[in-house]
């Protein structure tokens, strides 16, 4: 497939410039698969304002992103405050929107709070993964701080996911320590690893970029420049998980026994086709 990883940098609060931002990275990528941002529908600062700008996944921002999806022939991977429908609950979600229509989403299992990060003041915790299974293949999805918990990454790869589809807003000072854990992830589960970062400045946080395509065996498929807007294309073939796998056994040496003492089973919901 080819895959576009968009790292652009979303104008808080004004949803309608950054779909146009959006939709124009689609047309110009020509990707099977485009990836953008954590919470870029809004901007990651919008702060008090994700109470008004959230939406659920039937809203208006994931109708007009189907659109795109159709028009293009993409799948379509993009961040945005969820409210939850019937509630006033906000989750920091993770949207799959592909191009018959279908939609999934995964809600942050992990919300930063911590430093600069003020998630858990605006947003509650997913409780389960969501694999979406694709005519590309089976992909998993995750936002930023998840990466760090690597029993999520192994319980996708342990449940058949072909991919991992990671969206983040990482600012300049998390940058070093993603470009070790991303390879890592890809490694340890022979799976490519595709992440999408934001750049720009919102309110006092610096977002460097680092958004990059890694293969399951840990190559460099591909690396944004820091710093600037730019959209990094990368074919992955999943063929090459098969190879990686084999040369690399870590999954078929798994032992459940051993794993599930530390982390304990996580709930994958799978999306079908």
Known sequence: ??????????????????????????????ADLVLAGELFLTGYMARDAFARLAEPVDGAAVKAVRKM???????????????????RRLFNTSVLVAPDGRVAAYRKVYPANFGPFEEGLYFGRG?????????????????????????????????????????????????AFFDRILPARAIENALPVLYANLVGTELNVVFQGGTQAIGPRGEDLGKAKDFVEDVVTADVDLRDVRTARAFRPTLRDTRKDMWEAVAPPVPVREVGR
Not at 69 to 87: K, S
Not at 137 to 163: H, N, R, S, V
Request: glycine share 8%; with cysteine; proline share 4%.
């Open 69 to 87: 999806a159709e028009e293009h022939g993409a799948h379509i991977v993009f961040g945005m405050p969820e409210r939850e429908a019937g509630t």
């Open 127 to 175: 409780d389960a993964l969501t694999l979406v299974d694709t005519k590309l293949g089976k992909i998993g999805l995750l936002i930023c701080y998840d990466t760090f918990f690597p029993e999520l990454a192994k319980a996708y790869a342990l449940q058949g996911a072909d991919l991992l589809a990671i969206i983040s807003a990482s600012p300049a000072t998390s940058k």
């Open 1 to 30: 497939m080819r895959a576009a990883l968009a790292q652009l940098a979303p104008a808080v609060g004004d949803k309608a410039k950054n779909l146009r931002k959006l939709e124009k990275a689609v047309a110009g990528s020509r």
